[in-house]
């Protein structure tokens, strides 16, 4: 397991081509020329996920007219991201990484605690691309709650 991975300001993207909720494959590289946050989650219809993507859907009219795209990413099958993007009106692409291979190339899959327990599993992580695709920045074990309102203030969006 890739788990002591980390990205850094300047490194290239590891990519990915994953399915999003309709089932459609999305890549970085479809984002070209403009600036891109990825989030990982470990969950859709939990609080903390629920919390975070609903806080990016509230946002993301700011975020596209400073021409930052959003995508979500966690291990959900893309029927259950379907299920949780019309129940939330999420209208950004929600990507299905269901054997985490993706979170382990970024860094975001490994040990975390949780209610005191160890265990493995997705590590609520954020990165932003640079229009060049480049790491901008990264970011590891997100809390959740007034992370978009922090990311807003970094990409002056």
């Not at 040990?111 to 493995?120: A, L």
């Not at 590590?123 to 809390?143: K, M, N, P, Q, W």
């Amino acid at each position: 397991m890739a788990e002591n991975v980390r990205l850094h300001p300047g490194d290239a993207n590891p990519g990915f081509a994953l399915p999003d909720s309709t089932g459609a494959p999305v890549r970085p590289e479809d984002y070209a020329g403009r600036r891109l946050v990825v989030f990982f989650y470990p969950a859709a219809f939990t609080p903390g996920c629920t919390t975070e993507a609903c806080d990016f859907r509230d946002n993301l009219a700011s975020l596209q007219a400073a021409d930052v795209a959003v995508v979500g990413i966690s291990p959900d099958p893309v029927a259950r991201l379907a299920e949780w993007a019309e129940a939330e009106r999420l209208e950004f692409p929600l990507l299905s990484d269901e054997d985490h291979a993706v979170a382990e190339a970024w860094g975001a899959w490994g040990t975390k605690v949780v209610n005191g327990q160890e265990r493995v599993g997705l590590i609520r992580s954020t990165f932003v691309l640079s229009a060049d695709g480049a790491i901008e920045s990264a970011e590891y074990g997100v809390d959740p709650n007034g992370h978009v309102a922090r990311l807003r203030a970094q990409l002056a969006a």
